[in-house]
């Protein structure tokens, strides 16, 4: 499978899920709008997601698949079908007793990630039940990788949909339910996350049965013994400390943030949390998509000293954000408000709201470049097993978010937290991007001047359409003819794409050479 095909694959997959995210989010806030009960939600959902990054979809899949990878291509399927089981067993143990450690501590988590929030006690309770959230996710972070590496990329893209269609369920059905019985129905969404969870693990298991790589997992403390004591999977967990420190450095920017949003106005976690997700879009559709494809084939490439092809990845892989980041940063920076208007501007949700969030997703999108080509450019790293130079560029990159804190919350409250982090992610994609070409894993294919000199010229053309789109409709006042107005964003998301990849053609840029490279 070639690399565009094979992120495509995983791209589409990906936009189904934040179709269905989105879905979900507009139900979320027509139905329970925007509340202290709704930044307590957000608050107690972030706090199993923020372990899960750190943890299972970050430092551990970060070490587990270049080796897996690595172990494959050197020992074949036998030596990776061991290392698989012996991981497996250290990875259920380790997540029995931080899911345990995590339910007890969870008023200690609550005041560390948002102690300013009105809500605090409601936030402890779903904290609770959601927390052992991430023993399902990260479960399935090891099912991925495995099936990423045997590129098999479906089944792993597609689960996340099975979370949106249980909150999506949960709303529509466990709702009126709670309200009957006289409970919150706020909670109701804590339900809907834990039937996501199992049901995208489950998912999972007859996909690795196919391939012949389902788990054995030893419950006995001898077969725990046994696992660590095994060469490879040692290995995995001395990468994972620097892994897990350099991935926490953005959780910890995050944290932060939130903790800051909760001493701000009432609905500012909110207002972050749906700029945030409509973030998602870009950075999972471009960032992790090409970072899924891409990390596995880099390893056994470094496992299999090919360095051309190494290097050749890495710049399609670069070409390819800048082809697509960088015009879907302008859009949101130019055409953030009809975007909130359209996807969110219903029920309970207001047109101040409108505002507030549109202010925040033009701060996201001025980083948008930087927090997609990170995707592409940290496994460059990953896959030689070095987990050391992007966590000290992490660090860096974090003082750097606060200290644009410092000066930006002051005069744009919660918008300055948005511009801090796109503005830190340009800086520590710039750096990786440095030390890669410093170190000579990335050496530039001949072109690039041009390629950029073309891709700057459709976005200039694509900025001036979505400018005049954004100045010559009441975005807002069409709430009123809500078809009307999704019939015409599709209009213009359509009308920007034929622009921009138009211009591209007519300034001679071959697409369909770039896609069979």
Request: glycine share 8%.
């Amino acid at each position: 499978m070639s690399l565009f095909k094979a992120a495509s694959t995983v791209s589409l997959l990906t936009l189904a899920s934040r179709v269905t995210g989105l879905v979900r989010d507009m139900l979320m806030v027509s139905v329970f709008g925007v509340s202290a009960l709704t930044d307590a939600f957000y608050v107690a959902f972030r706090i199993p997601n923020l372990f899960r990054r750190v943890f299972g979809e970050g430092a551990f899949s970060q070490a587990f698949v270049p080796v897996l990878a690595a172990s494959r291509a050197t020992e074949g399927d036998g030596g990776a079908k061991a290392l698989v089981d012996h991981v497996s067993t250290v990875l259920l143990w380790t997540l029995v007793l931080l899911c345990v450690a995590g339910v007890v501590g969870a008023p200690l988590l609550v005041w560390a990630l948002a102690s300013g929030l009105q809500a605090h006690d409601a936030a402890v309770v779903m904290t609770r039940w959601m927390f052992p959230y991430i023993g399902f996710m990260s479960l399935v972070a090891l099912a991925g990788g495995i099936l990423n590496t045997w590129k098999k990329f479906a089944v792993p893209a597609a689960s996340p949909v099975l979370l949106n269609v249980t909150l999506i369920f949960s709303i529509v059905a466990i709702v009126p339910v709670f309200q009957r019985l006289g409970i919150e129905p706020i909670y109701s969404q804590c339900v809907g996350v834990m039937l996501g969870g199992v049901l995208q693990l489950l998912i999972q298991l007859p996909a690795l049965r196919r391939i012949g790589m389902l788990p054995r997992i030893g419950v006995a403390v001898s077969s725990l013994r046994a696992s660590l004591s095994d060469p490879a999977t040692r290995r995995i967990l001395g990468l994972m400390l620097p892994a897990m420190l350099g991935v926490s450095v953005a959780q910890i920017s995050l944290l932060i943030n939130t903790q800051i949003a909760s001493h701000l106005a009432a609905g500012s976690v909110s207002w972050l949390n749906s700029a945030d997700r409509l973030m998602e879009f870009p950075t999972a559709l471009l960032g992790v998509a090409l970072g899924v494809v891409l990390m596995p084939q880099l390893a056994a490439a470094r496992a299999s000293g090919e360095a051309e092809r190494y290097s050749s990845m890495l710049d399609w892989g670069l070409r390819a954000v800048v082809l697509l980041a960088i015009p879907c940063s302008v859009a949101l920076l130019v055409f953030a408000r009809p975007l909130v208007a359209t996807l969110f501007h219903y029920g309970a949700f207001k047109a101040s709201d409108v505002d507030q969030v549109a202010i925040a997703l033009a701060g996201y999108g001025s980083g948008l470049l930087g927090l997609v080509a990170i995707k592409v450019l940290a496994p460059g790293y990953y896959a030689s097993h070095d987990m050391k130079t992007p966590m000290r560029i992490a660090i860096v990159a974090l003082v750097a978010t606060q200290a644009l804190n410092v000066a930006l919350v002051p005069l744009l409250k919660h918008a300055g937290l948005a511009l801090s982090i796109g503005l830190g992610a340009l800086l520590n994609a710039g750096w990786l991007l440095a030390g890669l070409r410093r170190r000579g894993s990335w050496t530039p294919a001949p072109g690039w001047l041009r390629f950029l000199a073309q891709v700057i010229a459709g976005t200039v053309l694509l900025s001036l359409f979505l400018l005049w789109g954004a100045a010559h409709f009441d975005w807002v006042a069409l709430r009123a003819q809500p078809l009307q107005r999704a019939a015409l964003l599709g209009g213009m998301v359509a009308a920007s794409a034929a622009i921009y990849f138009g211009a591209l053609w007519a300034a001679g840029l071959n697409l369909r050479q770039f896609v069979t490279r």
